[in-house]
């Protein structure tokens, strides 16, 4: 009876000193009543929604911020606005504290209080010190070019420039040694600019933060994998090998150059590396960039191979589908009914060129897309040009009704599978519209991204 009445007292008296306690977010957006509000976490540039929440008529609200969830920046989503604006929102740091804080609309992040938390009071506190520090070092410089050396001014400025220099020194000193032990040190020096001298001549400044640009980014931290800091700091580094004096060709091959960097830098950490490529790959692929698709394709497919991630898994096979259908590439033959009830051949098609359109009636883009294609295709004199376009509708209904309201003439096929479909999966179809022009040989000469592209390839052919 002793050891029974032992038992008892442990599991029902200690236990709950055992358990963890979930943390309370506590916050009041003025002017947002009766609104829903969104809570998310971070994964490179990828968010998960773990929560959600109504604020009351003063625009206060709670959320329960789950004991076992791991530190990292937290993002809260206003849901209103539509599909084509940018949803307000504001980002914290969540690291086992309880957060209460005030701000109002519209202006979020620039009207935000700080109530409750070490973690975000530092957090906000340096990112308006930051941004306020470095455009005053940058508007400062910048009076190099209107004032020389022997202007009287020009010492005052120049002054102004290494105070600021100093104290922004001291303030990262002051962080390494009263603040280490918080995330969102991770996060600040992370974050740190590679600020310059003022004796940095003009024409060398553009050199000098390329080559210093990471000095302060630690690739192996793994906390760092819980913002957007890697794909972030890799966008805004690539960023600067824009060229706008470039063609498509030459600017592919700076973009290359700097992805390069960033790649090899982060190899150190696979999960950060995976986060960059998978961010680019997506980015790229928005803008019809194949060479530096391509590129990351053959270069870094054997490290994505390495991991173990099933993220990692879909872009290995993603980037193989950049390679294989890459320009110069034959594309896989294909025989399916039309909606004229042929059956259309690829392979047996003796077209001089042919484009191939991947599409569907429900994506919006493809339905702006396609009519200007047949006004560029109606407005051929030279008939050389065949085109087929291959639904990935799952109903015959819509993918016909559509066919019909674009009086569509040319051949319309689909076998109702969508995604599934052997040539949506033969093609490595990740998005509609996908568009492919081939010549008689079945090789890609063009994936033109809008109906002016192909226009610019077609007058390149002689296709008028």
Not at 248 to 261: G, L, P, T, V, Y
Not at 439 to 459: F, T, V
Request: charged content about 20%; proline content about 3%.
């Amino acid at each position: 009876m002793y050891k029974l009445f032992l038992f008892l007292f442990i599991v029902f008296m200690v236990s709950p000193l055992l358990a963890q306690e979930n943390y309370l977010f506590e916050a009041k957006i003025s002017n947002l009543p009766n609104t829903k509000v969104y809570l998310f976490n971070f994964e490179g540039d990828k968010n998960l929604l773990l929560d959600s929440a109504s604020t009351d008529l003063a625009g206060s609200f709670k959320l329960s911020l789950k004991a076992n969830w791991q530190p990292g920046i937290y993002k809260i989503e206003i849901g209103i606005g539509s599909q084509t604006q940018r949803p307000y929102s504001f980002n914290f740091i969540f690291n086992g504290e309880n957060i209460k804080l005030s701000t109002k609309m519209p202006d979020l992040v620039e009207s935000m209080q700080i109530i409750t938390s070490d973690e975000n009071e530092l957090y906000y506190s340096f990112n308006k010190y930051n941004t306020n520090t470095i455009n005053q070092l940058s508007a400062i410089f910048q009076l190099k070019n209107v004032f020389t050396e022997d202007d009287s001014f020009y010492p005052v400025f120049k002054s102004r420039y290494a105070l600021l220099l100093s104290q922004y020194q001291e303030y990262f000193d002051s962080i390494m040694i009263f603040q280490s032990n918080s995330y969102a040190f991770h996060y600040i020096t992370a974050n740190r600019f590679p600020v310059f001298s003022f004796s940095t001549p003009l024409t060398e400044v553009q050199t000098y933060i390329l080559a210093h640009y990471f000095d302060y980014m630690d690739f192996i931290d793994t906390k760092l994998l819980r913002t957007d800091i890697f794909t972030s700091k890799a966008f805004s580094y690539i960023q600067m090998y824009r060229n706008q004096s470039l063609n498509k060709s030459a600017q592919e091959a700076e973009f290359n150059k700097a992805i390069d960097i960033v790649l090899t830098k982060a190899s150190v950490n696979k999960k950060a590396q995976l986060q960059i490529i998978d961010y680019l790959v997506r980015g790229f692929e928005m803008v019809g960039m194949d060479a530096v698709l391509t590129h990351i394709a053959n270069n870094y497919i054997k490290d994505i191979g390495c991991t173990d991630i099933s993220a990692g898994k879909n872009l290995n096979a993603k980037l193989e589908g950049f390679t294989k259908m890459a320009l110069g590439k034959t594309v896989p033959d294909f025989k399916m009914n039309c909606a004229d009830k042929s059956v259309y051949s690829l392979y047996q098609s003796a077209a001089p060129y042919t484009l191939i359109i991947f599409w569907a009636s429900w994506c919006p883009h493809c339905l702006v897309t396609l009519p200007e294609i047949k006004r560029v295709y109606d407005g051929l004199k030279n008939k050389s040009l065949e085109i087929v376009t291959i639904s990935i509708d799952t109903s015959a209904t819509e993918w016909r009704k559509a066919i019909n309201d674009g009086d569509y003439l040319w051949k319309n096929c689909c076998d109702l599978k969508g995604w599934d479909g052997p040539e949506a999966i033969n093609y490595y179809l990740s998005a509609t519209p996908s568009i492919f022009l081939v010549d008689r040989q079945k090789k890609i000469i063009a994936k033109p991204m809008s109906a002016e592209e192909l226009l610019l390839k077609l007058n390149e052919l002689g296709i008028q």
